[in-house]
T-cell receptor
């Protein structure tokens, strides 16, 4: 399974864009990049995933580099409720377990 | 229900006691996962069911851990003779089987062994 590297923590001002990077240089060709977040005392929440094209949904945007070795999750207008640990996880398209690293703890400050 | 439901929310067990943790997945979800999360760490995989079949139990840390999903819906994670190192949050996730939608997690059961 591909290994990921994420910064342990980041701060962001409320209302500004939060850009969370992830390195996944060993990702294989059939693995998608998934992002989940975990708000304190809750289970992880699915945010978005992509293969090689950039993706956008109501929660976030995902930018994947052309070589697929890294990606960036963008929260365009961070709010205090976006304070959470964000996990980047490469995963194949079939059902199977998710392998979580330590993630990035994002603190959104007023 | 609308989400994955886990009970109890909190459980305190004396060392050596047996515990049973319940997961009610989203109705119709064929896949069900159990994870263990220690304080300050990411969730770690324990076991995976597709309907009633346990397809992967490679993450169960010892033979004291046992999971079942007899009718392909509700699942129970049982821990026998609990030890202090079993103290953690136990998370359950379910999926429709279509990878596009991601997995839906419950809020977990926090187990404290004293």
């Amino acid at each position: 399974d591909a290994k990921t590297t994420q910064p342990p923590s980041m701060d962001c001002a409320e209302g500004r864009a939060a850009n969370l990077p992830c390195n996944h240089s060993t990702i294989s060709g059939n693995e998608y990049v998934y992002w989940y977040r975990q708000i304190h005392s809750q289970g992880p929440q699915y945010i978005i995933h992509g293969l090689k094209n950039n993706e956008t949904n109501e929660m976030a945007s995902l930018i994947i580099t052309e070589d697929r070795k890294s990606s960036t999750l963008i929260l365009p207008h961070a709010t205090l409720r976006d304070t959470a640990v964000y996990y980047c996880l490469p995963k194949g398209g079939s059902q199977g377990n998710l392998i979580f690293g330590k993630g990035t703890k994002l603190s959104v400050k007023p | 229900g609308a989400g994955v439901s886990q009970s109890p929310r909190y459980k305190v067990a004396k060392r050596g006691q047996d515990v049973a943790l319940r997961c009610d997945p989203i109705s119709g979800h064929v896949s069900l996962f159990w994870y263990q999360q220690a304080l300050g760490q990411g969730p770690e995989f324990l076991t995976y069911f597709q309907n009633e079949a346990q397809l992967d139990k490679s993450g169960l840390p010892s033979d004291r851990f046992f999971a079942e999903r007899p009718e392909g819906s509700v699942s129970t994670l049982k821990i026998q003779r609990t030890q202090q190192e079993d103290s953690a949050v136990y998370l359950c996730a379910s999926s429709s089987g279509h990878f596009y939608y991601g997995y839906t997690f419950g809020s977990g059961t926090r187990l404290t062994v004293v």
